[in-house]
């Protein structure tokens, strides 16, 4: 609950519910990773305090949170913007957030 109200009160705002104002696919891919990887790592964090107690190496569970909202992230953003500029309408940016959601779990 830390992890995610930390996240919550910074300027990254509870990123796997929004989608970038701007359509360009590079500009989503390089902030996608950029801001992948502090939410991973704050939320793996997060979980890693508590897994710590339980589980040897419990400190890998930060890189794969990581890594999994980097890929999570950036596929959402990509996929959110070609599915928005193909159909014009907002719903492919859900559906794009819909995929990190199911790329993270």
Excluded: D, H
């Amino acid at each position: 609950m830390i992890s995610w109200g930390l996240l919550g009160a910074s300027p990254l705002g509870a990123l796997g519910w929004v989608a970038p104002k701007f359509m360009s696919i590079p500009f989503r891919i390089f902030y996608g990773i950029i801001e992948g990887a502090i939410t991973g790592v704050i939320i793996g964090f997060g979980q890693w305090w508590i897994l710590k107690n339980y589980v040897k190496q419990a400190w890998l569970w930060i890189l794969v949170s990581m890594v999994s909202w980097v890929l999570g992230l950036t596929f959402a953003w990509v996929v959110g913007a070609v599915l928005r500029e193909f159909t014009g309408v907002f719903f492919g940016e859900v559906l794009g957030l819909t995929l990190c959601w199911f790329i993270v779990a």
